[in-house]
């Protein structure tokens, strides 16, 4: 960190391989603890020898005081100069001066011991210690009880005491040189165990370095900080490796995507100087990459935009402001062939480090461009066909309205013709009856005109005119009755009465009356229906459906069988009728099922289905009677219309 | 040194006055008190010699001996261990047993005799000036070399239960006498 700023020499030291800087640490280390250890050790050694001395110093004095004292309070001075000469056997105590407590001054010299070069001085120190380089002097008080009798003065040479200072600080650095050299030596085997890791982990990080081979591992190290570094560092390399593979892929993805866009991708550089191009740019612009990538994009723009180009990208770099940038729009692009083209055209942004980059998508949309024309054109001739098949439509409907007017007056034509078919019998028979009476008439007035008339003829005569008026009576008869029920069909069916009506009976006239139909063929109506239902409303519409519904059946239902049984049931569930009709027949096909009701739908067209039939019904329920058609069937069973109306029908409808 | 300060002031007096011999005389009495007041200081005594921890210590001493007065003037004032000195002047042969210390200078000879025999082993320190040891005597003051000696009698002062300071014995001419 600070490592710049060190001198010259520290900047050495860094330079040093990290084995020597480890060895120098530890010997600079080494070195000053011991030899700060050395001099602690000496100056402790020196104060302690000071105190030491002066201390035995003391004590001897005391001690020679002790032994004075005697001599000298009885003034006796041999004894007390034998008492001092008793120091001799000490070699270091250089003088030992008594003296007596002298009115005047300090003292008085009473008897003294001095090796050569000493002499006592006529007065004792004042101090009680006093210690120069040479001799250290201790003056001590002589004392009988509480009376001091006089004062001693010990000096002792320090010169034995500098030598064995001098001894001690040469042993110190004996044995300090000895340590650091023993340090040095155990340094130098141990900067082996910390450098070595370190030398692999520097040689493994070189290697990948230098070969991207980031499958190389650094072996197993212990479990220290390096170990620990060459732990992370394989996992760094294991993190780099799965990274790189990663780049990998998604550089990868990224470049089937921008190779296989159907858009033309561009970057751009903040100048303005293409950097990718990807195929699609290649087929719609016609340029090879290396003829574009590096040249400024305002080759792919015709005149006035490329002139514009640059000032555009340095506008939006100073000031911000976009035009075409994070928003999509048309612009003309120009081809190597010098053609100019529509183009959809992107920009976004992006900043890599610190460079921005711009990536244009681009479309030609000139495809789009003729279909979007031809689209127009096509539109509007599309909103005419449109009028004019809404024209048709209302055609079709009012088509279709008359052709449901004309089926219900064929479904009319058809009752009448029946009618007429019904009443011709009974009518022919009476003519034939009246005829023959007639006849007979003629031959009775002839025989009696000629007077041949027996009376046997006559009663044959009168026996053949009743017979015959009896026949022509019933056959009227008949025909009166059947002309009643028709004309309430029709004339229900034709005027749309409404009434109130019980619906058994008139179930039952109108089977009777499409009774024509039933003729040589071997189909059944059973009428299934309560005595006392009443409805109120139009019974021709019901008249009309249950027709149809019959006409339906026999046209459709028994292609080969002439024994059909056809049931109409009825019943109240609460407010509304349910008028079940159902047949035995083939039933029909499921996909036919919902087309059944629609109008004009048949699959007997060419034999005489006019589609209307089921139809008509459908209209007549839902719009006249208020109600709803149901078509149930299988093939092979059958089918069932289940209507539904309300018992009391609204009093309007409209037909 | 002080008895040479004395001898030099001495010196200078006798120089100077006819009554130098005088001079001499009176430094020899003012000595001989000093060695008392050292003996006493280097004695000790047993407990039961005194009636009280700071009962005095009592110097007695013939009425008329010359030493007498300086010996009242060296111990004015002092005291040793606690216990002020005491000088009782006594007339004759009686009354020595309950001092501490028997100072017996210019006596007669029969009555040093009889006051040291009477004193044996009675926890008295007897200081005197015979010419020979005495066998009851435990100091005994002589002059050698002009100078002021003593001698100690360790079987006298053992029978006295007196202990004597080393370094006094140390400066004494020690005699064994029975």
Known sequence: MNARRHSPRWRRLDDLPIRSKLLVLILLSSGVGLVVAACILIAFASSALRTSTVRDLQTLAAIMADSSVAALVFGDTQAATDTLDSLRAHPDI????LYSPAATSGGALFAHYAREGAQCPATPDP?????????????????????????????????????????????????????????????????????????????????????????????????????????????????????????????ARLRAIVDTAVDGIITIDSRGHIESFNPAAEFIFGYAPDEVVGRNVSMLMPAPYRQEHDGYLTNYLSTGIKKIIG?????????????????????????????????????????????????????????????ETRQALNQLRDAQTQLVQSEKLASLGSLVAGMAHEINTPLGIGVSAASTLQVLAEQIRERHDSGEMTRSDLKR????????????????????????????????????????????????EVITSLSPKFKGNQHRVRVNCPDDLVVDGYPGAVAQIVTNFITNSMMHAYPERKDGQMEIGASIQGDDVVLAYRDDGVGIEPANLGRVLDP?????????????????????????????VQVKSEPGNGAEFIVRFPVRQPAQVAA | MRRTRWAAMVLAVALCWPAALLAEELLERKLKAAFVYNFARLTTW??????????????????????APALQEAFAGKAVEGRPL????????????????????????????????ALAGRRVLTVHEQGAAQADGVIRLFPADRKLRFEVNQAAADRAQLRLNARLMALAVVVKAP
Not at chain 1, 144 to 159: I, S
Not at chain 1, 470 to 494: G, I
């Open chain 2, 86 to 117: 005491a000088v009782r002047r006594l007339a004759g042969a009686a009354g020595w047993d309950s001092c501490h210390i028997a100072y017996l200078g210019a006596v007669p000879p029969e009555l040093a005799r009889d006051v040291l025999r």
């Open chain 1, 94 to 97: 250089a003088r030992a001066c």
């Open chain 1, 327 to 387: 928003s999509g729009r048309e612009v003309v692009g120009l081809r190597k062939d010098g053609t100019s083209f529509p183009m959809e055209l992107a920009v976004s942004d992006m900043s890599i480090g610190s460079q921005r980059k711009f990536t244009g998508l681009v479309r030609d949309i000139t495809a789009r461009k003729r279909t979007e024309s031809e689209l127009r054109r096509l539109n509007l001739s599309l909103e005419s066909q449109v009028t």
């Open chain 2, 46 to 67: 047993p407990a039961t010699a005194f009636a009280g921890p700071a009962m005095p210590l009592e110097t007695c001493i013939l009425e008329h001996d010359p030493v």
């Open chain 1, 127 to 251: 101090h009680s210690l006093r210690q120069d380089s040479q001799w250290l002097t201790v003056v001590a008080p002589v004392r009988l009880g509480d009376e001091v009798a006089g004062t001693l003065q010990l000096t002792q040479d320090l010169a034995r005491q500098r030598r064995v200072l001098w001894l001690l600080a040469q042993v110190a650095l004996g044995i300090g040189g000895v340590s650091f050299m023993l340090s040095a030596a155990v340094a130098w085997a141990m900067q082996r165990a910390i450098t070595g890791p370190l030398m692999r982990l520097a040689q493994a990080a070189q290697h990948v370095t230098e070969t991207r081979d980031y499958t190389l591992r650094v072996g197993p190290a212990g479990k220290d900080e390096v170990g620990r570094l060459i732990d992370d560092f394989n996992q760094m390399l294991d993190q780099v490796k799965l990274r790189e593979t990663a780049l990998h892929d998604s550089a």
């Open chain 1, 600 to 628: 004009f739908f048949t699959t007997r067209r060419g034999t005489g289905g006019s589609g209307l039939g089921l139809h008509v019904v459908y209209n007549l329920v839902t719009q006249r009677l208020g109600g709803t």
């Open chain 1, 461 to 508: 005569f009168v026996q053949a005119a009743i017979d015959s008026s009896d026949l022509v009576l019933k056959n009227l008869q008949r025909a009166a009755d059947l002309m009643q029920s028709f004309k309430q069909v029709t004339v229900d069916q034709a005027s749309g009465e409404r009434r109130r009506f019980a619906l058994k009976p008139y179930l039952d």
